[in-house]
């Protein structure tokens, strides 16, 4: 554990030093720890020693979704989901079901793995995350619709892609009875623990007996998180669908609570995720990205420029979204974090399947960390519309701009 909290204590420091250099080039924060974990891990220096059914692992894994999950909740009120569903809506109600299907597609014919596993795959790598998209998220000179369908489907997709998730891994375990009563009350209680916290809480802000004060504001959202989540894992209620129902809740009846808790909650989930990065990397080995073969890899590429642009590019059919913004949206559905953590939940789940699964899900999320992270802000600039116009006009526009000497 000291040796771990040292590697990521050093790993955040370089993380901190290179952020100005990593946000003006193809430099990525979640690259650098994913590299690092490999390796600090055992199949390099084994400084950082994990092993797939570790508690840390698991536990991990779990208070990091749930963090982000939160977190993600918050950027998607009901007022933001009303006002700017039509685009959005079309990525996540037929973008997202399309990937899932078309990747589990490409896992079962190309690789010979059962429907089930390939559909718990596809479920795996359906979300999207923005992270490796920043600089195109960021960029003021990229259309708004674009900006915010992006942030949006991100925000809410991993939430519904967990359900998929946990059925596919529950056919997976090979149970003759899957206890689908147990397994609704479990998902059920989890969306109404994740309701019911955050909205007592902030009605009983807004009673004349209590108020939280300038300092403590921000760490009103932060209490009802860990009240959610103590009370989920109380009542055995769907820990994640418990987050992501609160931060929804609270951005939908709190504006104020989730604006002083917006950059606070942001930096706690990028410690975790940068965490869950860390011992992600470590677990990859070279005898890992080697065993999945050369079909593997070719599966790995498939899912990332195959699966996601054809599920887009039939999404958006003659929905007036144009070719640059389109192809922008197609290739930008990287697989990040959430994709991480459910991968690591298949592992330490004991299915039959576990090994084959977490390794063809590694050496996807490791492709498209390298190739989204390096490659937004090449098409960001895409957006620029200086950059489309031929050099000469730059040098013409100066001359005709540059105020005349006055005559001696």
Not at 19 to 44: E, K, M, N, Y
């Amino acid at each position: 554990m000291g040796v771990l909290l040292t590697a990521f204590a050093c790993v955040l420091l370089l993380a901190v030093l290179l952020s100005s250099l990593a946000h003006r080039t193809i430099l990525s924060t979640a690259a650098l720890f994913l590299v690092a974990g490999f390796v600090l891990g055992d199949g390099v220096l084994g400084v950082i020693s994990l092993r797939p059914g570790d508690e840390l692992v698991a536990t991990l894994a779990e208070l990091a979704l749930f963090t982000v999950l939160f977190t993600d909740g918050m950027r998607v009120g009901w007022a933001e989901l009303r006002s700017a569903w039509r685009l959005p809506g079309r990525a996540l109600g037929w973008g997202l079901p399309l990937t899932l299907v078309i990747t589990a597609a490409g896992a079962h014919y190309l690789l010979g793995l059962g429907w089930i596993e390939s559909l718990l795959i596809g479920a795996i790598l359906a979300p999207t995350d923005p992270v490796f998209a920043a600089a195109l998220v960021g960029n003021e000179k990229v259309p708004p619709r674009l900006r915010q369908l992006l942030n949006v489907e991100s925000g809410v997709n991993d939430g519904l892609a967990l359900p998929f998730v946990i059925l596919f891994l529950a056919v997976a375990a090979g149970s003759e009875d899957l206890h689908l009563g147990e397994l609704g009350l479990e998902l059920g209680l989890g969306i109404v623990i994740g309701v019911a916290i955050p909205w007592v809480a902030i009605k009983l802000e807004r009673t004349r007996w209590f108020a939280a004060s300038t300092a403590y504001e921000p760490l009103n959202a932060l209490a009802i998180g860990l009240l959610v989540l103590a009370v989920g894992k109380a009542t055995h209620g769907n820990l994640f669908l418990a987050a992501f129902s609160a931060g929804i809740t609270v951005a939908t009846f709190g504006p104020r609570q989730r604006e002083s808790f917006e950059h606070f909650g942001e930096l706690i989930a990028e410690v975790f995720k940068l965490a869950a990065l860390l011992v992600f990397g470590a677990l990859i080995t070279p005898a890992l990205l080697g065993s999945v073969g050369w079909q593997g890899w070719l599966f790995a590429v498939l899912a990332l420029i195959v699966a996601r642009p054809v599920a887009i590019w039939l999404s958006f059919l003659r929905s007036g979204l144009g070719v640059r913004e389109q192809a922008a949206v197609a290739w930008f559905g990287p697989k990040g974090f959430a994709s991480v953590v459910y991968g690591l939940l298949v592992l330490g789940s004991g299915i039959a399947a576990a090994v084959p699964v977490f390794q063809l899900v590694a050496v996807t999320i490791v492709l498209s960390i390298l190739l989204h992270s390096s490659t937004d802000i090449v098409v960001a600039r895409w957006f620029d519309d200086e950059r489309d116009l031929p050099a000469w006009y730059g040098t013409i526009t100066r001359k005709i701009r540059r105020p005349e000497r006055p005559p001696h």
